[in-house]
């Protein structure tokens, strides 16, 4: 029994004269951060945005775009999340200073033009698509198909008569949420 407690009393001396253990460093608070982590936002952004989680990919291009400052890619990918968002024109402006950074990068211009044609701009759509087309030199069946649809809206505009004018009348449906109802 006297053993015992001579060889508990043996061992906390030996603990505390070690310099192992817990104790870590400088002090007795806790270590900093083990370093930056080497996750590409972009990277992330892509996958969220093809999981359709496009507030939380716009986020992380946010982030990506505070690391790697506002390059192309970083402009072309927050203008594309914006798209999806459904916000045309904030997409719009970033998507065009993407394409002035570097007027070579062809998904900058092709999303350019789907926000266009999504605006109603389509005959500036035809010409961006257009644009995209020859950087690409042809190379992408995504382009070609936004161009040929768009070049078919265009055609289709110049001969179609011209509709009646609607009257629209918002309706209420809750507290501040208005429903724009066609009377035709």
């Known amino acids: 029994m006297i053993f015992r407690v001579f060889a508990a009393i043996a061992i906390a001396l030996l603990a505390a004269c070690s310099t192992g253990g817990l104790s870590r460093g400088d002090g ?8 930056e982590l080497d996750v590409d936002g972009l990277i992330v952004g892509h996958r969220l945005m093809a999981a359709g989680e496009y507030e939380l990919a716009l986020r992380a291009y946010t982030r990506a775009a505070g690391q790697q400052g506002l390059n192309v890619d970083t402009l072309s990918a927050i203008g594309s999340a914006n798209l999806h968002l459904g916000r ?13 950074e570097d007027p070579d990068f062809v998904p900058a211009w092709n999303n350019l033009g ?14 961006v698509f257009r644009h995209a087309y020859a ?5 992408s069946d995504q382009i070609r198909d936004n161009l040929r649809l768009a070049l078919a809206k265009l055609d289709n505009r110049q001969y179609a008569t011209p509709q009646e004018n609607e ?4 309706v209420r449906r809750g507290t501040g949420d208005y429903l724009i109802l066609s009377s035709i």
């Open 28 to 35: 007795v608070y806790a270590p900093g951060p083990a370093g």
């Open 88 to 100: 045309l024109n904030q997409a719009e402006e970033i998507l065009r200073r993407a394409t002035e």
């Open 114 to 127: 789907v926000v266009l044609m999504e605006r109603g701009k389509v005959g500036e759509a035809a010409q």
């Open 135 to 139: 950087t690409d030199n042809g190379n």
């Open 167 to 170: 009257e629209f009348r918002l």
